[in-house]
C-alpha cells in the first residue's frame, strides 16, 4: 500500500547576506525612482535594515518527498508548492552582483501554468545551493520512476485481466459449440 504522507526531506537555510543584498536592491530603485527619493532618508535610517530583516526571517523553503514548497514576504507573502514530477528545469542565475555577495539564485521551471510567471519559482541565497540543487534532482528521479513502475504495473495488470476475461469468453463460446 502507498504511503500518502508528505516526509520533509530537507529545509533549506539562507544566507544572511540576502538581507544586505535585499537593501541595497531596493535602495537602487528608490534612488532612481523620483518618488523613492523622499523615502531614501527613512530607508538608510533604519527603515531599510528592518523591512530586509523582517523579509530575511520569512524564506523558507521545504524539499519533501513528493514536493518543493517555497514561501517569502510579509507584506506580500507568497507561498508556491511544486510536485517534484512537475519540475522541468533547474538553473543557476548569478550575476556579478550577486557573486560579490556569494548569493545564489536557483530558478526552478515547471510544466503547465497559464502564464509566464505561474510556471516558475526563484529562491535566492540558499546555503549549499549546488547540494540543494542536486537534492531536489535525485528526489525528482525517485518520484518520476516510482510514478512510472506503479502505472507499468497497474497497466500490465490492467491488460493481463482484460487478456484472461478474452480468453475465459471464447472458451464459454467454444464450450457451448461443443454441447450443439
Not at 521545504?62 to 514530477?85: A, R, V
Not at 547540494?131 to 502505472?151: A, D, G, P
Request: one cysteine or more.
Amino acid at each position: 500500500m502507498e504511503s500518502t504522507a508528505e516526509v520533509i526531506i530537507n529545509s533549506a537555510t539562507f544566507n544572511p547576506k540576502v538581507k544586505t543584498y535585499i537593501f541595497l536592491v531596493v535602495l537602487f530603485f528608490l534612488v532612481v525612482s523620483f518618488i523613492g527619493l523622499v523615502i531614501v532618508p527613512f530607508w538608510l535610517l533604519g527603515l531599510g535594515q528592518w523591512l530586509s530583516n523582517k523579509y530575511f526571517h520569512t524564506l523558507t523553503c521545504d524539499l519533501s518527498n513528493k514536493t518543493l514548497k517555497f514561501s517569502k514576504g510579509f507584506i506580500l507573502h507568497i507561498e508556491k508548492t511544486i510536485p517534484l514530477e512537475n519540475i522541468q528545469d533547474l538553473s543557476f542565475i548569478g550575476g556579478p552582483f550577486l557573486r560579490y555577495f556569494g548569493l545564489t539564485m536557483i530558478k526552478v521551471e515547471t510544466a503547465g501554468g497559464g502564464h509566464h510567471n505561474s510556471n516558475m519559482m526563484s529562491m535566492l541565497g540558499i546555503n549549499d545551493a549546488v547540494q540543494f540543487k542536486n537534492q531536489i534532482l535525485e528526489q525528482r528521479e525517485r518520484v518520476i520512476n516510482e510514478k512510472y513502475s506503479r502505472s507499468s504495473t497497474t497497466s500490465t495488470a490492467g491488460t493481463d485481466i482484460q487478456l484472461l476475461q478474452e480468453i475465459k469468453n471464447v472458451l464459454i463460446e467454444i464450450k457451448e459449440e461443443l454441447k450443439k
